[in-house]
Nanobody, 121 residues
Framework: VQLQASGGGLVQAGGSLRLSCAASGRTRYAVGWFRQAPGKEREFVAADSWSRGRTYYADSVKGRFTISRDNAKNTVYLQMNSLKPEDTAVYYC?????????????????WGQGTLVTVSS
């Protein structure tokens, strides 16, 4: 599985961005989004379980971010609304097999290259 993340950029606080994670190869995996800000640990943002139709979100993004999947395009999206300066980070998409540990980055088997999101105040 190869993952290609895109859609990052510079946006003002309160604005929106949509990140995309395009997958090639076998695509029947759970997909998660993680982020890492400078000097901080990688943290979970959102995940789509694929097979069970469930989504998961970090408390810090609930109500603002939405993860969705377009199976025809083999792409998972992260719609980010009401962005805050603290959302600034490099965002990574990742894929995993299995039905648990969606919030644990080490449980993921495949990673995209990351896309930078910068939110100005």
């Amino acid at each position: 599985v190869q993952l290609q993340a895109s859609g990052g950029g510079l946006v003002q606080a309160g604005g929106s961005l949509r990140l995309s994670c395009a997958a090639s190869g076998r695509t029947r995996y759970a997909v998660g989004w993680f982020r890492q800000a400078p000097g901080k640990e990688r943290e979970f943002v959102a995940a789509d379980s694929w097979s069970r139709g469930r989504t998961y979100y970090a408390d810090s993004v609930k109500g603002r971010f939405t993860i969705s999947r377009d199976n025809a395009k083999n792409t998972v999206y992260l719609q980010m609304n009401s962005l805050k300066p603290e959302d600034t980070a490099v965002y990574y998409c990742a894929a995993k097999v299995g039905y648990s540990d969606y919030e644990t980055w080490i449980a993921y088997d495949y990673w995209g290259q990351g896309t930078l999101v910068t939110v100005s105040s």
